[in-house]
């Protein structure tokens, strides 16, 4: 509202007139313009009116003058804070924008005439609006809210709060800028009202807004941070994950934190949970050391505290049905009390828990059963119990709750089952849990001096005054059959209880200590109840709460007694809905669930016949199925039978059982189950847990009544039949839901053997997903079939496939197992740990091992380096059912070693007191940790002793930890023995195991005597301890965890190996596989260039060598022997520095945690040794090149010094002859200095002394080294050696006999054999070793060099190497070879020798240069310019072929690399592999027979072919060439620039400064040098630039060589040979399986063990039987798992099982068949070429099996790609 002030009136004229100028002044003071003259004529404004005052604006209203004349108006504004002027056309309005709200203008308005003449000024005053405020409403409770607003513009003196609801209305004035209003009611809409007031009194437009206030519900979700989860529900999978909370020991902060405090610990059944508070509310004056009485009287009481029943009926409201159950569960665990009615304080309305409590089975023995000592056991939903009900009436000074707890607890054992008063903020108001109505069960325990009550009995306790709650009073009356009301007055509110509709007996408990209690009105109303006075209890004046209790005690017991009122929960629920209470059983989907399991288990009569009807899949063709598995791998039952034939007979086995299974229509009750799980979410976990406790609840039924039987049979020993029935259909009794998925997954296992386009099999493929998301929801999987004791291994691994595709890319687990004797609380101890719901019922023992996955939160994923937690449940070992088994010892080694080789960290659950017990269990556990240690998995372990509950057991136990190990190192001695790995001695060789750190004592599961007993206080906090040392181990863990697919390998591995009786050498792993081809094709690489490295230098040290003593070289070193020094030194340096490098290479290798190496750490040492082994082989190879190569030298400084005497002498002749020609004086014909030439030449040769070089006897040389060679092998060797002359040697193909071993035993070797005959193995290995040191010899003699001793050591270290360890030669033969191989050698070198003191004879390299003279001859006379001849001479005899000699060397490692960059040069078994594919690709029989008959010779084709193959393109081979090229001609380029400065002026000097440049890279040949220096008399610096063009030419003439020179010829040239040199490295040892003869495909040089991928049937090995002649089909991968035997000579030809093939072959590992399809490659090619392999052999085709004939070529190539790991 605006007003306005005119001030227009004659008498304040002056002053007005002042007020005008003052205005003016403002505006202009800097103009220094005369003051505008005023007139009468023009019309002042006259009265101006206030049109509007808005906030920021204001209108003017103006009465215009009568005369026409236009004017304008001035309006001159201003306020404390703003001065402005309006200049605007004469109107009747005029809007003033930009002002202050709230704020007083005043305005000066003047009209001027267009001469400039103005008016008198009229003034006036108005006020803006004030703006309204903004505001914010920032914090809502149930009886307070805040709001806060911003300052509006204007001079604010205070705000006016307004805040009405219903007619009630608040008022507050207040100054500051927010307030809180308090004592609102809950749950109400309130109006709230802020207006500003100004300083000049003036009020702003209210802002209005409304807000509710939070009800009491909606008030305590937000304090406890749950209000997101009352419509979003907590989920079971949400409060079971692992996060930073769940290991950490930090207290409640705020009270947010308060409902995970208590699910973290009620999760772990801990009876503590109940006490929780923040520590900001629980800080103790301990520290006030000042005394201050006041603050004692005012220190802070409960209400700052919250409820624990507030918490506890939050979280159920929170929550799904689920996590309800579980809760309900473990508080009937914890002993708490558990509600029954549930209620809602903002609805009004309360729920009947039946759901929630379906879980709970409580076991008990009643008096009726004590003499028996039977027991009772079943869901306390359905137990038909008395129930007798609490409540108070008013208020009550007798504590309700203590007094129950009390009632219910012995004089041995108090409980404080429900909260009360005295309880850890028991005392603070109850916020929302009143009208909660609780429950618990007394259970007898039958033991008259113990048991309270000696028949069962539930108990009821509705919290608050039952005036506030009628429908659960009138709840608990009709469903009790008694109510005790605890009251103090009774008035009107007594109308309450006799208006009820009782059922129940009344009992009214009074405390008459209180003096409240009004006899007349207690008369009274007992009167109208017709009750009497064992109908009322008063605690009299002098009686303390024992007896009152006691009092209390007997009535309860006579109203249970007597009662015949007895509900099951069940049947309550048709009250609750008359009395309009929900029941949380009634969901839609919770009943569709339920109509569903209903169908399923009411079909259940007999569960046997139930399980062969509606189950058949799973039973005795499932056992046959795994019996048949097992004995594909282990051949017991083989006798007399061919292998490969069995093999076969059980394939077919498998095939006819599978197809039996496809017989069977899906059963109903599958169809049902597998319609049920495919409903969506919440449904399908609701289904599965009906089905759950169905079935439990038909299987409980079903076994009590067996275990009666039993006992009755028991009491007559003639009944051993009988009892032993009973004891077998005991066993088969159980029935779950396991059983059900157990045959989901047969069903869905035998789909997988029909065609892919089968109808049926496609629409069984989404099993697998429904099972992974079950696991995604919290549902455990069947590993291991207990009952079968196998693993379904398609099922699983495709269920954890799909459950990969679900989570992936958050597929890291880490995983944990239990192992122990059965029943010492294994699942008790995963579920308490975790919060899991592993089956623990009575008669439910868990069988096999279960897996469930648990989710990691975010926190904790990095630190821990997974997403889930794998925990797996096993059964437990030793049990008594599989006792009486002949192979119980091996199933329980199964399982422990499956489960261990799984895990991350296993736990071993063990029990001090039997040790008998635990000497068995400690035997298995410590063979299964042997067996993964042995094939590179190291899991962490914690040994568990239960029941140990003193405070000092950890000291105490020292001993019994010393026994431990004692004890565990004798096992370890033990399995080792059996596993043959003796080297094992004590548990710590074994795995890493400290007796402090890895030993847990826990106590006892209960706090008491069951069943009233609550779970140990104490159990929980060690169970807990445990945790979070297993998480802290993780944490600190190296290696990366597993993902699921990894997971799944090491299963179906560990499964494979497991299954054959000797795990360690079955165990083969494509993992480990994996991380060995790895490291493998890492060392290789390091390998090649450790070589690669060598070989440069070692190229470098040559040619220093062989340009020692020449221009080249310009030494420092005198002597040729101290420069081989020098270069031996400096090659050890180098070696060193490359082994070192090589060993630290590894050992970051290993340092790494990706990749998985800690699976090959086994292997470190292996390859450690091999790099040691490669530094000695080169180091040995290249001091032996250096010395042969400064011994040639030598040799050649004689030589080359009687050359350059010839050359100087012959240059002398032919300059006095040009001399002599010229004296003359007469022009001389060509012809004629020709002739004169020509004399002169003959006259030379006569006169010059050639001396001749001598030829040695190299035959003399290899004799005395061979000699040498042979003088440890003893007398016998020299003997030998000596009848024979080694000129006579070599001369024919050499044939072994056999008559050294003819001399030992007869030679029927062929007599089903399993070993080649000895005679063609020994002719294999001698032709082997002849063909390598052939090809050695003919790589010397392409060097045309001179012969040097190293080479024939060379020869000799090849054939020792060979026939190192090999039991199939003798002296004689190693003789025989030896004189053979070195006759061939010697005669070669001899001829070697002669050759090349032939093309170094000082006559003949003489007359090669005539021609050469001749023409220098003519040039010289006639004057002619040499500089460009001499040139080219230079290029084309000295540096074109000192290039090309540097190409070839150099190119040999270029062509080993780029072979090696190819990936079937990587590893030996990729390499295996690439061979064995080729040869499957060409198909071709006489390919297959060369590769099997002449392996070496064949695969050297083979590398040799790849080359060809790989460098047919020339361009690949020029590359690397032109590469070496333009280097020769950039260092000589540069050789020259440098020359060129040295500025000699002699061309001589120029050339040697030159060659000196070029010493270490190129080889000049002296001779030429030697012949190009004579007679030059070219200019330097003209040569030097004919030198640089004719460069040129050389680098394009070469390059075209190059360019057009095949590959083939290029190879001959090289000083490296590629085929060699990949031969060697890939070949590996060289040493083949003693039984197939397949080659050794271990990695590294110096491996301990040989192995290989894929073995062969024998007679592809020319084995054959020896009454047939045919050839044998055995693999050996199947004979070492068979009872089959075999002999040959490594056996004398004795008879020797092949399972113990070892005692005679220790170094070799023969692994069976990683599958049965692994050699399906060679079953394959054997089949295919049967006759053409019998015809080759000289024998009889092969009988081959029924299921090799039906092997593709696609299978067989598949089936090396299994066995290499080929991915």
């Given amino acids: 509202m605006a007003e306005s002030v005119p001030t227009m009136d004659n008498s304040d004229e002056e002053e007005f007139h002042d007020a005008s100028d003052s205005f003016l002044e403002l505006y202009c003071e800097e103009e220094n313009t005369p003051p505008i003259p005023q007139s009468d004529n023009v019309p002042p404004p006259g009265e101006v009116t206030v049109l509007n005052a808005g906030q920021e604006t204001v209108s003017l209203g103006f009465s215009l003058p009568d005369n026409s004349v236009r004017y304008t108006l001035q309006l001159d504004y201003s306020c404390n804070t703003q001065r402005d002027r309006l200049i605007t056309e004469d109107s009747s309005t005029v809007k003033v924008e930009g002002l202050t709200p709230g704020t007083e203008y005043t305005f000066s308005i003047i009209r001027i005439a267009d001469n400039g003449n103005q008016s008198k000024a009229t003034s006036l005053s108005v006020f803006t609006e004030p703006s309204p405020v903004q505001i914010t409403v920032y914090q809502v409770s149930s009886e307070s809210l805040s709001l806060r607003w911003d300052t509006p513009a204007g001079e604010v003196e205070s705000y006016i709060v307004t805040c009405c609801s219903e007619g009630d209305i608040v008022q507050e004035r207040t100054t500051d800028t927010n307030l809180t209003l308090s004592n609102l009611n809950p749950g109400v809409c309130y109006s709230l009202q802020v207006s500003a007031q100004l300083r000049n009194g003036r009020i702003s437009k209210p802002t209005v807004t409304s807000v509710h206030t939070k009800t009491h519900l909606e008030g305590l979700l937000e304090d406890l941070g749950l209000e997101q989860h009352y419509t979003e529900k907590l989920s079971l999978s949400t409060i079971l994950q692992i996060d930073e909370k769940t290991i950490t020991d930090e207290p409640a902060k705020c009270n947010s934190d308060l409902p995970w405090y208590f699910l973290k610990k009620l999760m772990m059944v801990n009876v503590t949970a109940r006490n929780v508070k923040c520590t900001s509310a629980c800080q103790s004056n301990c520290d006030d050391l000042q005394l201050d009485v006041d603050k004692l009287f005012n220190s802070t009481n409960s209400s700052d505290m919250l409820n624990p029943l507030d918490i506890i009926t939050a979280l159920f409201l929170c929550s799904d049905g689920f996590v309800q159950q579980e809760m309900a569960l473990k508080m009937s665990m914890c002993q708490f009390s558990v509600p029954l009615l549930l209620p809602n304080c903002d609805t009004n309305q309360c729920t009947l828990m039946l759901w929630a409590m379906r879980d709970i089975v409580k076991k008990y023995r009643p008096q009726s059963l004590l003499q028996s000592k039977g027991f009772i056991e079943d869901r306390i939903v359905v137990s038909e119990l008395p129930m007798i009900s609490f409540v108070r009436l008013g208020e009550c000074s007798l504590s309700k709750s203590d007094i129950l707890n009390k009632l219910l607890s012995n004089s041995q054992q108090y409980h404080d089952t429900f909260v009360h008063h005295d309880m850890e903020c028991g005392d603070s108001p109850r916020r929302i849990s009143n009208g909660l109505a609780e429950i618990t069960w007394y259970l007898p325990c039958g033991n008259e001096n113990m048991d309270v009550f000696s028949e069962p009995v539930a108990v009821a306790n509705l919290r608050g005054d039952i005036a506030s709650f009628e429908t659960q009073f009138s709840f608990l009356c009709q469903t009790s059959a008694g109510v005790f009301v605890f009251f103090d007055t009774l008035d009107s509110k007594c109308e309450l209880l006799i208006n009820q509709q009782h059922k129940a007996q009344i009992f009214l408990v009074g405390n008459h200590q209180s003096n409240r209690v009004n006899k007349d009105a207690l008369k009274k109303v007992a009167t109208k109840l017709d009750l009497t006075n064992s109908n009322i209890l008063l605690k009299a004046k002098h009686m303390n709460d024992a007896d009152f209790v006691e009092n209390l005690r007997k009535t309860v017991s006579n109203v249970v ?23 949380d059983e009634d969901s839609s989907k919770c009943q569709a669930a339920k109509k569903n399991a209903d169908a399923i288990s009411e079909e259940i009569q007999d569960i046997l016949k139930y399980k062969e009807a509606q189950l058949p899949l799973q039973g005795q063709i499932w056992k046959e199925l795994t019996c048949l598995e097992k004995e594909e791998f282990r051949l017991q039952k083989v006798g007399s039978e061919k292998i490969e034939d069995y093999k076969s007979d059980l394939q077919v086995q498998k095939t006819k059982l599978r197809e039996k299974q496809n017989s069977y229509d899906m059963s109903n009750a599958m169809t049902c189950f597998i319609n049920a799980i495919s409903s969506p979410g919440i449904e399908r976990s609701y289904f599965l847990k009906w089905m759950r406790m169905n079935l439990d609840n038909v299987s409980r039924e079903k076994l009590s009544g067996l275990r009666e039987q039993y006992k009755e049979k028991c009491k007559n020993s003639e009944n051993k039949e009988e009892i032993k029935d009973i004891d077998k259909q005991l066993s088969n009794s159980s029935l779950g839901t396991e059983h059900f998925f157990r045959e989901m997954g047969q069903i869905y296992e035998a789909s997988l053997s029909l065609p892919e386009t089968n109808q049926s099999r496609q629409q069984l493929q989404h099993l697998p997903r429904l099972c992974a998301e079950l696991l995604m929801d919290g549902f455990p999987l069947e590993l291991v079939d207990g009952d079968a004791s196998n693993i379904p291994l398609r099922w699983v691994s495709d269920v954890l496939s799909q459950l990969n595709d679900l989570v992936s890319p958050k597929n890291k687990i880490l995983v944990v197992t239990v192992l122990g004797v059965q029943s010492t609380g294994k699942s008790t101890l995963l579920n308490t740990m975790f919060g899991v719901q592993f089956a623990v019922s009575s008669g439910r023992c868990t069988r096999g091992a279960f897996m469930l996955l648990i989710r990691i939160n975010e926190d904790l994923k990095k630190e821990l380096n997974c997403d889930f937690m794998v925990i797996i449940d096993t059964e437990g070992l030793k049990s008594p059912e599989l006792a009486q088994l002949d192979n119980s010892h091996e199933h329980d080694n199964e399982l422990a070693t499956l489960v261990v080789g799984l895990s991350d960290i296993t736990i071993i659950n063990i029990a001090m007191e039997n040790s008998t017990e635990m000497k068995d269990i400690l035997q298995i556990v410590v063979h299964a940790f042997l067996r993964m240690k042995e094939v590179g998995k190291r899991p962490k372990c914690q040994f568990v002793h239960q029941n140990v509950s ?106 494979n190996a497991v299954k054959h009786e000797n795990f360690i050498f079955s165990f083969r792993n494509s993992l480990v596989a994996d991380a060995y081809m790895r490291l493998c094709t890492e060392f290789n690489k390091w390998e090649w260039e450790f070589r690669k490295e060598m070989y ?185 050696l000596s009848e024979k002359k080694l000129q006579g040697c070599g001369l024919v193909p050499f044939k072994y006999t056999a008559e050294g071993i003819l001399k030992r035993f007869k030679n029927k070797l062929s007599e089903m054999f399993n070993v080649t005959s000895h005679t063609k193995a020994v002719q294999q290995i001698a032709d082997s070793l002849i063909m390598i040191c052939t090809q050695f010899v003919s790589e010397k003699m392409q060097r045309k060099n001179n012969y040097h001793e190293t080479y024939i050591q060379e020869i000799l270290h090849i054939i020792d190497e060979r026939l190192q360890n090999n039991q199939e030669t003798d002296i004689e033969f190693e003789v025989s070879l030896k004189q053979h191989i070195c006759g061939v050698a010697a005669r070669e070198f001899q001829k070697m020798h002669e050759d090349f003191i032939q093309m170094n004879d000082p006559y003949r390299c003489l007359n090669q240069n005539k021609d050469k003279f001749r023409a220098d001859f003519k040039d010289v006379f006639h004057e002619r310019d040499q500089c460009q001849k001499k040139a080219e001479e230079f290029t084309n005899r000295c540096l074109e072929p000192a290039v090309e000699d540097f190409v070839n060397r150099s190119l040999g490692p270029d062509i080993i690399g780029e072979m090696l960059t190819s990936q079937q040069f990587s590893t030996r078994m990729f390499f295996q592999y690439s061979v064995l594919l080729d040869l499957l690709t060409k198909d071709d029989f006489e390919k297959y027979q060369s590769y099997i008959c002449s392996y070496e010779e064949y695969v050297k084709k083979w590398i040799l072919s790849q080359i060809v193959e790989r460098f047919s393109n020339q361009s690949t081979t020029f590359k690397f060439e032109d590469q070496h090229l333009q280097s020769s001609v950039r260092s000589i380029n540069n050789a020259i620039n440098k020359a060129k400065t040295e500025k000699s002026g002699n061309l001589k000097t120029f050339i040697e400064n030159v060659c000196q440049e070029l010493g270490d890279k190129l080889v000049i040949s002296q001779g030429a040098l030697g012949a190009f220096m004579i007679l030059n008399n070219a200019d330097q610096e003209q040569f030097a630039h004919g030198l640089t063009q004719c460069l040129k030419d050389m680098a394009q003439t070469l390059g075209e060589k190059f360019k057009v020179t095949n590959i083939q010829m290029k190879l001959k040239k090289l000083h490296v040979n590629p085929q060699d040199e990949l031969f060697t490295k890939l070949i590996g040892c060289g040493k083949q399986c003693p039984v197939c003869e397949a080659p050794c495909e271990a990695g590294g040089i110096f491996h301990t063990e040989h192995w290989t991928s894929l073995h062969r049937p024998e007679g592809l090995g020319r084995f054959r039987w020896h009454k047939t002649e045919k050839l044998v089909t055995d693999v050996c991968s199947s004979s070492v798992i068979s009872d089959n035997r075999f002999r040959c000579n490594a056996t004398n030809g004795e008879w020797h099982p092949y399972k113990h093939y070892r005692d005679f072959f220790p170094d070799w590992r023969i692994a069976p068949d990683a599958s049965l399809q692994a050699s399906d490659y060679w079953k394959y090619v054997l089949t295919k070429f049967n006759k053409q392999f019998a015809e080759a052999y000289n024998a009889k085709p092969a009988d081959i099996p029924l299921m090799w004939k039906i092997i593709t070529r696609v299978q067989a190539e598949s089936s090396i790609k299994e066995s290499f790991n080929i991915k």
């Fill in 950 to 1055: 003193d405070v000092s057991a950890h000291e105490k136990n020292l001993r019994d930890r010393k026994l431990l190990l004692q004890q565990l190192n004798e096992m370890t001695q033990a399995a080792a023995k059996m596993e043959k790995k003796e080297e094992n001695k004590s548990f710590t060789d074994v795995m890493e195991y400290s007796p402090d750190t890895g030993n847990w004592y826990i106590p006892g599961l209960w706090n008491g005597n069951p069943p009233m007993a609550p779970v140990n206080a104490g159990y929980s906090e060690a169970v807990y301890e445990l945790k979070k040392n297993i998480i802290k181990i993780w944490g600190s863990c190296d290696s990366s965890a597993n993902d699921i697919l990894e997971f799944t390998e090491w299963m179906k591995s560990l499964w």
């Fill in 1096 to 1280: 440069t230098w070692v190229t470098k040290a040559e040619t220093i060598i062989s340009n020692y003593g020449t221009v080249a070289v310009k030494s420092e070193v005198s002597d040729m022997r101290e420069l081989l020094t020098r270069l031996k030194s400096e090659a050890c340096t180098v070696l060193s520095k490359w082994e070192t490098k090589l060993l630290g290479n590894l050992t970051q290798y290993f340092k790494q945690t990706e990749g998985h190496v800690y699976l090959v750490e086994q292997y470190r040492e292996d390859f450690a040794n091999g790099a040691k082994s490669l530094r000695r082989e080169m180091e040995r190879s290249v001091l032996n090149q250096l010395t042969a190569a400064a011994d040639i030298r030598q040799g050649m400084t004689e030589i080359d010094r009687i050359k350059e005497n010839h050359t100087k002498e012959l240059e002398g002749r032919v300059s006095g002859l040009i001399e002599q020609c010229r004296k003359k004086k007469v022009q001389m014909t060509d012809k004629e200095l020709d002739k004169e030439f020509d004399k002169m030449w003959t006259k030379t040769e006569k006169e010059l002394a050639f001396s001749q070089m001598k030829v040695e006897d190299i035959y003399t040389s290899v004799f005395h080294h061979l000699r040498t060679n042979l003088l440890h092998r003893g007398g016998q060797a020299s003997k030998l």
């Fill in 561 to 583: 007694e007597n009662s015949k009122m007895k509900l099951r929960i069940e049947e309550m629920a048709d009250i609750a809905h008359e009395l309009g209470i929900w029941v």
